[in-house]
């Protein structure tokens, strides 16, 4: 009896092991293809494509595809401008959202559960249908730069920012958070003398680290992702990010697929770089929020 | 240190008044103990002392001023959580000298209090830990410390040992008793646990469905409860009640009796029983005196015993079909099954109209 259960037990561990590398496999093979097929000429690659060597560093490799990349675009400047528009984004996000969940949460204002009925319906528009009224507004408005009263934010960083500052995933994912902190720590603050902002910055924030990863890793994609919004606002080179450089490779006539790939694995650092800082948090905030 | 004046203060949510109208007097340096069943409004009552709810009518007065609109931190109050409600991320030193750190205090001042705070809690050896590092009755050690560094005029503890052991809550009972007489402070303490109550109140107030019930020192509590539901809340194990009829009334003088209970003449007060009213008669179960020659006032059977140690509880089925308790001392030994007569000083006990019986049922 004692062999058939230890059996089970090393089958049943031998079925989970299988499916968990068989999705482990489904994840990985496109960015083994990407890396793999970086080293490769054109030719290679696009041969190679039709069978298992497309995951394999076989053939003629070289770094031919990634100097020719940096010929043919100006790659630091999109990475930086990337990182620098995610980045800024990403830690106002964070401030501005957390501040107006913890309002939502831990102050008492008439009307706040039907604003945040009405901030939470805003997530079912998704961005695209409202691109065109917001870049007519883009387009209008005024700011004081370094020249004085100007009109018209197109061709800015603050353009590819600031509507993105506020959105509602990220407020209620720090509303869901916040709610479960104990009611009594913020009123033994409140006993204590702490003015609400000493609350949130003293008590509430650092306790809230696991939201704080997952809102920043949630919002650190989509910002990096962004594609259509800054292919509409920006036309100089200087300030475009990096996935409407990609335009600079694929509006060919003949697709350089090596340098695509190249530069494909080129602009994916920073985005692991930030997840592997990130991902012990991430992991334990996804396992208790229950958030993806 | 400071008084603490309740007048006719109310809470409703909505159109549900929770506080119906309550009147307490804290004088400087007592410790008061709000007690009663879940859901008598004892906590909410104590979180409108803290400011933590508004009230909604009547006037709360700390130390000769009116601090309705007042925020919690303008009252000198210090509250005590029953949740502890210490914070995870700040070593206990921090803890205790948060209250102090927020209003500025300087780096001597904090380090001279939280030490003299640890001194008087015995918890200098946990200064340097988290709170994750720490037992229950440490926890509640460090929340108590907070409160103390702060000087406050009036401390409030809500339900501070419900979440310790039994052993540990005793423990914790002595030491929040002792530290009420070092800080001579005024203190008002909520809890459901009536040997809390007892142990530690100079007064207690009784509440009962945001009403107050009766206010008085503990030995006024136990020995003239004005109502049966005060009668019944304090004193372990809780007073027998019997359904008796009035025989005769006189004056303060009635005499009662039942299936069970002879004719028994009793001083009752005040009181406007008629004859062939129906009564209730109260005797705690320390006061019952069985003895197995069948004689006394009142008549049953042993039907089971309970070994405390400290005394013998013995259930009695009474002979009209009701069943009493008495508290006899440890030595003595009745058998179950054997027809016993009980006898009681008739001085010591209490009668509540019948009404009451209905009123507690709500």
């Known amino acids: ?7 089970n037990r090393g089958l049943r561990l031998w079925t989970r092991y299988a499916v968990l590398i068989l999705v482990a496999v489904i994840f990985v093979f496109p960015l083994l293809f990407m890396v793999m097929s970086s080293f490769k000429p054109s030719t290679q690659l696009l041969l190679d494509s039709k069978s298992l060597r497309a995951f394999l560093p076989v053939g003629d490799l070289s770094l031919q595809n990634y100097t020719d990349a940096f010929i043919r675009a100006p790659i630091g400047v999109f990475v930086f401008n990337s990182v620098l528009v995610t980045g800024v984004t990403v830690v106002l996000c964070l401030f501005v959202c957390s501040l107006a969940a913890f309002a939502f949460v831990f102050i008492d204002w008439s009307g706040k559960a039907v604003i945040f009925s009405v901030l939470l319906a805003t997530l079912i528009i998704p961005y695209e249908t409202i691109f065109i009224p917001l870049l007519l507004m883009a387009s209008q408005l005024p700011w004081i730069g370094a020249d004085g009263f100007e009109l018209g934010w197109l061709n800015t960083y603050r353009v590819q920012i600031v509507p993105f500052i506020a959105d509602a995933l990220s407020i209620f994912l720090f509303v869901q958070f916040f709610k479960d902190l104990p009611k009594e720590l913020i009123e033994a603050c409140r006993v204590e003398g702490a003015s609400w902002w000493t609350i949130y910055r003293k008590v509430v924030m650092p306790l809230s680290g696991p939201v704080i990863a997952t809102a920043a890793i949630l919002k650190f994609l989509f910002m990096y992702n962004q594609f259509l919004w800054p292919l509409m606002v920006v036309q100089e080179e200087s300030i475009r990010p990096v996935m409407v450089g990609l335009g600079y490779f694929t509006d060919q006539l003949n697709v350089p697929w090596g340098e695509v790939m190249a530069y494909l694995t080129i602009i994916t650092v920073p985005v692991l770089a930030f997840y592997l800082a990130l991902q012990r948090v991430f992991i334990a905030s996804v396992a208790s929020t229950g958030v993806k | 240190m400071a008084t603490v004046r309740l007048r006719d203060v109310r809470k409703s949510y909505g159109s549900v008044e929770v506080i119906k109208g309550v009147d307490i007097d804290i004088e400087d340096g007592e410790f008061v103990v709000f007690v009663g069943p879940s859901g008598c409004g004892k906590s909410t009552l104590l979180r409108m002392i803290a400011g933590l709810e508004d009230i909604s009518d009547g006037t709360l007065e700390i130390d000769g001023q009116v601090v309705n609109d007042l925020e919690p931190k303008q009252r000198g109050i210090a509250m005590v959580f029953q949740t502890y409600a210490i914070f995870p991320h700040m070593t ?60 406050p005029k009036v401390f409030l503890f809500d339900e501070p040992l419900s979440n310790l052991d039994a052993a540990l809550r005793m423990n914790m009972r002595m030491e929040i008793g002792k530290l009420h007489q070092d800080l001579k402070a005024s203190m008002i303490y909520v809890t459901h646990d009536q040997v809390e109550a007892m142990t530690l109140a100079d007064k207690i107030v009784v509440l009962k469905g945001g009403k107050v019930m009766q206010v008085g020192t503990p030995m006024e509590l136990y020995h003239n409860p004005a109502n049966l539901f005060v009668a019944g809340f304090l004193g372990a194990p809780s007073m027998n009640f019997l359904q008796v009829d009035v025989k005769e009334a006189a004056g303060d003088r009635v005499v009662v009796g039942n299936g069970a209970l002879d004719p028994l003449q009793i001083s009752a007060e005040g009181s406007s029983f008629r004859a062939g009213d129906r009564a209730i008669l109260g005797v705690r179960p320390q006061y019952l005196d069985p003895s197995e020659d069948a004689a006394g006032m ?58 009451e019986i209905r009123e507690e049922a709500h």
């Open chain 2, 92 to 151: 206990v030193r921090e803890n205790v000298a948060f209250g102090l750190t927020i209003a500025g205090a300087s780096k001597e001042e904090k380090e001279r209090k939280v030490a003299e705070a640890a001194r008087v809690l015995q918890m200098e050896h946990l200064l340097d830990r988290r709170p994750s590092q720490l037992s229950g009755g440490q926890r509640q050690r460090v929340a108590i410390g907070r409160a103390i560094v702060r000087d």
């Open chain 2, 298 to 355: 009142l008549h049953g059977q042993v039907e089971l015993t309970e070994r405390l140690g400290s005394e013998t509880v013995v259930d009695i089925g009474l002979r009209d079909g009701s069943s009493i308790i008495a508290a006899i001392s440890e030595d003595r030994v009745l058998k179950a099954g054997s027809n016993i007569g009980l006898t009681f000083d008739a001085t010591k006990a209490h009668l509540f109209p019948h009404e």
């Open chain 1, 1 to 7: 009896m004692a062999t058939v259960t230890s059996d």
